[in-house]
């Protein structure tokens, strides 16, 4: 049952703050550690670990990329995150060193499944971050981590990507703590800023006010770019995937940097960038960026960090998210960019749970 909202995909953005609290609170032991249940290696196998591929398509690659870095950053050990069916024909130099991360929701997904099989006959470990529970990749897995979103029944993942990330996180933090790639009070601190994002995520829900104002300026468009540096690169394709599928708006995301090699030739008066400026150490580079677009009369619409007013000066539109640590913020970041994709459908008057020759789980390759 849609439980009093008007499609699934709504009542998932808002089941987000249960999912984030479902999958990492409920794993939280009584000295604050978090529990991997499901994933069994030891420091050895960790050290024997010289490569993590993580390996997923669409939404769940998109997560995919952001646990790149959280396992860079903890853990040091060099991450690949690839699209299964690119990896699958690729040389990938998968052996028995490497850890292969699969990430699915569905955890039915073709391509996923056969890089799944592929990467073992290699003897390489495999861990599968999926929602369900019994599915192929569950049951082929090594090891498994599931995510607590709940039933994900709207075609646009949602919810299973911001449980994925919180999942991805939650791993790096105990790897790098098993191996010692950490600090224990690095670990700790940063699990207690991961309890905050259920709260912050309910904050962006409870203030949609300039989300829906944006989506009204952009439902007549035909193109939006979004745009983004480091993790917010990453976001930007889960935002420009989640607007092209849902109102049928074509969307790319773009670098930031990327801009002057080419794709500023296509801004022109009028041209709708959402511009999400997250991240500390990218803001002023991504604030010169969108002076660059808004010189060439793009509307801007940008996506920053409560305290960074400065985006103002560049922007025709900002919605401000609640002050969050720089890895963490996509879990908070995203979900403004789902609603207004949310909005711009149910502007169009289409169907935003079934977007047109899309299938929830894509079981052919
Ligand atoms: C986009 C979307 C798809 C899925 C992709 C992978 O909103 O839902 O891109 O993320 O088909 O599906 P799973 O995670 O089930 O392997």
Redesign the pocket.
């Known amino acids: 049952s849609k439980g009093g909202y008007d499609c699934f995909m709504l009542k998932e953005i808002n089941e987000q703050p249960e999912g984030v609290k479902n999958t990492l609170e409920r794993r939280i032991d009584e000295n604050g550690n978090i529990v991997l249940d499901g994933i069994h290696l030891t420091k050895e196998d960790l050290d024997n670990i010289n490569r993590i591929y993580i390996v997923?398509?669409?939404?769940?690659y998109h997560a995919g990329l952001l646990g790149k870095n959280a396992l860079e950053k903890y853990l040091k050990v060099p991450v690949i995150t690839d699209i299964a069916s690119e990896f699958r024909y690729s040389d990938n130099f998968v052996d028995e060193h490497s850890l292969v991360i699969l990430?699915?929701?569905?955890?039915?997904?073709a391509d996923?499944l056969a890089v799944l099989r592929d990467s073992k006959a290699k003897g390489a470990k495999i861990l599968a971050i999926t929602n369900v529970v019994g599915s192929s990749i569950s049951r082929e897995a090594d090891e498994v981590f599931y995510t607590w979103a709940g039933p994900e029944i709207a075609?646009?993942?949602t919810k299973?990507y911001t449980t994925q990330i919180t999942s991805l996180y939650m791993i790096a933090l105990n790897f790098a703590l098993e191996k010692g790639t950490i600090t224990r009070e690095e670990y700790l601190e940063t699990i207690e800023k991961m309890k905050e994002l259920p709260e912050k995520i309910q904050s962006v829900l409870d203030n949609q006010d300039k989300i829906k104002e944006t989506a009204e300026k952009i439902v007549s468009k035909e193109h939006v770019f979004f745009l983004g540096r480091g993790v917010d690169y990453s976001l930007a394709m889960e935002g420009s995937?989640?607007l092209k599928?849902v109102s049928y708006i074509h969307s790319e995301a773009f670098a930031a940097g990327e801009l002057k090699h080419g794709t500023i030739a296509l801004i022109e008066e009028g041209t709708p960038v959402i511009s999400i400026a997250t991240q500390e150490n990218l803001f002023e580079k991504m604030v010169s960026n969108m002076q660059e677009v808004k010189a060439r009369g793009a509307f801007v619409a940008s996506i920053a960090q409560e305290h960074n007013r400065s985006v103002e000066k560049v922007s025709d539109e900002v919605i401000y998210i609640p002050n969050c640590d720089d890895m963490l913020v996509p879990i908070v970041a995203v979900v403004p960019m789902q609603l207004l994709a949310y909005y711009v459908s149910t502007m169009k008057g289409l169907d935003v749970d079934k977007p047109r020759n899309l299938a929830k789980?894509?079981t052919v390759e």
Do not use: I
Request: proline share 0%; glycine share 10%; with cysteine.
């Open positions: 997923a398509c669409g939404t769940a990430v699915s929701q569905s955890g039915e997904t996923t075609v646009a993942s299973a995937l989640k599928e789980s894509v």
